[in-house]
Structures are given as structure tokens and as C-alpha cells.
T-cell receptor, first 110, second 114 residues
Framework: GENVEQHPSTLSVQEGDSAVIKCTYS??????FPWYKQELGKRPQLIID?????GEKKDQRIAVTLNKTAKHFSLHITETQPEDSAVYFC?????????FGIGTKLQVIP | GAGVSQSPSNKVTEKGKDVELRCDPI?????LYWYRQSLGQGLEFLIY????????KSGLPSDRFSAERTGGSVSTLTIQRTQQEDSAVYLC????????????FGAGTRLSVL
């Protein structure tokens, strides 16, 4: 089955700095890679996603890159703000199955 | 309703009792998913429904867990003879189409087994 590894598990950055979270997956058949943000006590919400036919996608301060050959994808947040503090989950999706990473707790220090 | 609705929001039960958790997906969404999130852990996929098709049960942790979806809409997750290790937040999500579409999550049911 699919195995998704996510790191780091915790990340602290100063406000205004960039944050990078990395995930690797094992199943080359996985073709959809969403990222979810979960604030404390709230439900996960999609922030960005990428499909296997694209190498990079950007939405304002958030970007995701995908390297299919190496089977890894990364989330990049620039100009971090205190409201970016949350747990971020990556996921790898294939046929009728989705596997989530363990999550990264991001703390943005004002 | 605009979003995925789950009930109850909190459930406290005694070890050995059965519990039922309910999920109302977004109207028109054909796919429905159940996940379990233990304290400080990631999301563990449990089961997936697509329309009226038979669900993929491979993610269910034991035969004490079962789920059904009536009329392609509302779903219930049933845990029989609950154990303390079943304590977690159970999240439901729905989407158009299949896994390769955006999933919208409910607020979850926090289950505590005493």
C-alpha cells in the first residue's frame, strides 16, 4: 500500500520568513496530492492541490511542487503570518485510496 | 445546509457499548469518506462510499467497525463493543466524483470511551 512520510513534524518560523514542508510517497500510481490545513479544534480544509501532470502550482503566498521521478512534493509558504499557524497535512491519492502524512505543526512567531 | 454535518459533536460512552456516528454530506456530493484522527496524529482513512456502489472496507481497523450509506446520502459509522483505543475524533468528508477531487470535511465527532 501507499506510504506517505512528512517532515518536519514541527516547524517554528519568524513572521515574514518562509516555511517549507516536505512529503514523500511510495506508490507511483498516486496522481493527486492535496494539502490540508487544520487549525486547533477545527476541521481540515484544503489549501492547495496538485495533479501528477503538473510540476508546480502557486496561489498567492502558497505554492506546491511535485517531483514524480523522486516521488516527493513540497508545500512552500512565503511571508508567513501568525494566522498561518496550524497543522498541515499532505496526502497522496490513487485509485480509491488516500493516504495522509502525519502532519506538520507550524508555529509562526510574531 | 452549506457544509458537511456530523452528529453528535461529542460522544462519551462506556467500554463495551455500541455507538453510532452520523454524517450528512454536502447535497449532490457522490463520494463520502470516514477518517479517524487520534490525539496529535494524522488522518487515518477508514472507508469510502461512491454513490450506491459497495464500499471499500479495507481501511476499517477491525470487524467491530461498520458503516452504511442510505440512499446515497446520509452515512452512519457504527462501532460495536467500544474499546478505549477507539477514543478519537471521527471525521467525515464528501466530494464530487472520487478521491481526485476536493474533500470537504465535517467538524467531526469526538468519541471518548471510558
Amino acid at each position: 500500500g501507499e506510504n506517505v512520510e512528512q517532515h518536519p513534524s514541527t516547524l517554528s518560523v519568524q513572521e515574514g520568513d518562509s516555511a517549507v514542508i516536505k512529503c514523500t510517497y511510495s506508490d507511483s500510481a498516486s496522481n493527486y496530492f492535496p494539502w490540508y490545513k487544520q487549525e486547533l479544534g477545527k476541521r481540515p480544509q484544503l489549501i492547495i492541490d496538485i495533479r501528477s501532470n503538473v510540476g508546480e502550482k502557486k496561489d498567492q503566498r502558497i505554492a506546491v511542487t511535485l517531483n514524480k521521478t523522486a516521488k516527493h512534493f513540497s508545500l512552500h509558504i512565503t511571508e508567513t503570518q501568525p494566522e498561518d499557524s496550524a497543522v498541515y497535512f499532505c496526502a497522496a491519492t490513487g485509485y480509491q485510496k488516500v493516504t495522509f502524512g502525519i502532519g506538520t505543526k507550524l508555529q509562526v512567531i510574531p | 445546509g452549506a457544509g458537511v454535518s456530523q452528529s453528535p459533536s461529542n460522544k462519551v460512552t462506556e467500554k463495551g457499548k455500541d455507538v453510532e456516528l452520523r454524517c450528512d454530506p454536502i447535497s449532490g456530493h457522490t463520494a463520502l469518506y470516514w477518517y479517524r484522527q487520534s490525539l496529535g496524529q494524522g488522518l487515518e482513512f477508514l472507508i469510502y462510499f461512491q454513490g450506491n456502489s459497495a464500499p471499500d472496507k479495507s481501511g476499517l481497523p477491525s470487524d467491530r467497525f461498520s458503516a452504511e450509506r442510505t440512499g446515497g446520502s446520509v452515512s452512519t459509522l457504527t462501532i460495536q463493543r467500544t474499546q478505549q483505543e477507539d477514543s478519537a475524533v471521527y471525521l467525515c468528508a464528501s466530494s464530487f466524483g472520487d478521491f481526485t477531487n476536493i474533500q470537504y470535511f465535517g467538524a467531526g465527532t469526538r468519541l471518548s470511551v471510558l
